[in-house]
């Protein structure tokens, strides 16, 4: 069992920064490829960005390169997304995920991971 929490949400304007945190528990963390994923209203959760356990290798949406940032702590059990030049489309509830396949590359895929966490609300006004 790995249990997963988000932190770092809120409410930004337009062209603003935030950063996401992902807290891991319950599991060997320098074991997991940690992906992050959002969904807004009325739309289906999407892939955003992931890294796999090494920390090495890298995936971002085409929608937020050269905007955000994955990272990650093994000693603390915590992977991070830098989100820059926020934009209203950037607007959803935002879930960290784990894949415990120990795959060298990073999914894009939902059915890839099997934790999650319980989402963090990010707002972009314009």
């Known amino acids: 069992q790995v249990q997963l929490v988000e932190s770092g949400g809120g409410l930004v304007q337009t062209g603003g920064s935030l950063r996401l945190s992902c807290a891991a528990s319950g599991s060997t963390f320098s074991t997991l490829t940690m992906g992050w994923f959002r969904q807004a209203p009325g739309k289906e959760r999407e892939f955003v960005s992931a890294?796999?356990?090494?920390?090495?290798?890298?995936s971002y949406a085409d929608s937020v390169k050269g905007r955000f940032t994955i990272s990650r702590d093994n000693g603390k059990s915590t992977v991070y997304l830098q989100m820059n030049r926020l934009k209203p489309g950037d607007t959803a509830v935002y879930y960290c995920?784990?894949?415990?396949?120990?795959?060298?590359?990073?999914?894009?895929?939902?059915?890839?991971?099997?934790?999650w966490g319980q989402g963090t609300q990010v707002t972009v006004s314009s």
């Open positions: 890294i796999n356990w090494v920390g090495i290798t890298t």
């Open positions: 995920a784990a894949d415990t396949s120990g795959s060298y590359l990073p999914s894009a895929r939902r059915d890839e991971y099997d934790y």
